[in-house]
């Protein structure tokens, strides 16, 4: 199966999703570690994570990390 570029450019630390889901477009390089813009133009919308154990057993605040992806209106 031939793979593809991604067009997205900007990342920022796993460790730093939820506070991107909440305060994405307050989230700059500066301040937050953005990587490739100099801000998120947008709040995260959609985690994917395949096999991975980052969403919640790896974050220091599970109960919020928990209310966050209980919450579905920040995918709207």
């Not at 989230?27 to 991975?52: C, E, H, Q, S």
Request: include cysteine; proline fraction near 4%.
């Amino acid at each position: 199966m031939p793979t593809l570029d991604n067009p997205v450019e900007t990342s920022i630390s796993m460790f730093m999703w939820t506070d991107a889901i909440e305060r994405g477009a307050e989230m700059t390089a500066l301040r937050d570690g953005v990587r490739g813009k100099d801000k998120l133009d947008i709040p995260i919308k959609m985690v994917w994570n395949y096999a991975g154990n980052c969403l919640i057993n790896q974050h220091s605040e599970i109960n919020r990390t928990h209310d966050i992806l209980q919450d579905d209106k920040s995918a709207r």
